[in-house]
């Protein structure tokens, strides 16, 4: 049996960072655009489940209505959360029960985040693709997307360009 693929697909500042040091991730909203928004609905068209960190699924409940349509949505966490959604699961699973889980479950997950999430998964192996989105912007610090992880070797795929200066850039994950 085939397993999925996990991608991290997630926006960075050209410094690294995915957050100020306080979680704000406003310093994005002047970058969004039709072409941008256009870019993310054909990744997010093949994904067939995501998993975030606790941190991030309460950004994203802040931000309004449930953006993930009906698709399953696993948050890691040890908190008591608000439920916002049918689809959304509450998991307390190690990173390598938890990808082993979704690899059987879906073609292709989105890790969406946070960072230390993303962390966890690179440095257990688990993750098969990354997406950036690089914002031309430095944050000068703040929330670290790899911070102290794993030395790992990518080969680049796909580059897309867009207008107002983002750079998107598609790697696997060399295994070898």
């Known amino acids: 049996m085939d397993r999925g693929t996990i991608v991290l697909y997630v926006a960075t500042s050209v410094d690294g960072y995915v957050a100020t040091a ?3 991730v406003d310093w994005l909203d002047v970058f969004q ?3 941008v928004s256009e870019g993310y609905d054909a990744f997010f068209d093949d994904v067939d489940c995501l998993v975030m960190g606790s941190t991030t699924y309460e950004q994203v409940l802040g931000f309004g209505e449930w953006p993930y ?6 948050v890691v966490t040890n ?10 699961e509450f998991v307390s699973e190690d990173v390598d029960e938890l990808a082993e889980r979704l690899e059987r479950r879906g073609d292709r997950i989105w890790l969406v985040g946070g960072a ?3 962390q966890a998964f690179l440095r257990e192996g ?15 610090g703040g929330i670290s997307l790899f911070g102290d992880g794993p030395r790992q070797a990518l080969t680049l795929v ?3 360009e867009y207008a107002n200066g983002l750079v998107e850039l598609a ?5 070898e």
């Open 22 to 24: 306080d979680g704000g």
């Open 33 to 35: 655009s039709d072409e």
């Open 69 to 74: 349509d009906d698709r399953p949505t696993y």
């Open 79 to 88: 908190r008591d959360l608000p439920r916002t959604a049918d689809t959304v």
């Open 116 to 118: 230390q999430l993303a």
């Open 126 to 140: 688990h993750v098969d693709r990354l997406r950036l989105t690089v914002v031309p912007i430095l944050l000068g």
């Open 158 to 160: 796909e580059t897309t």
């Open 171 to 175: 790697y696997e994950i060399d295994t």
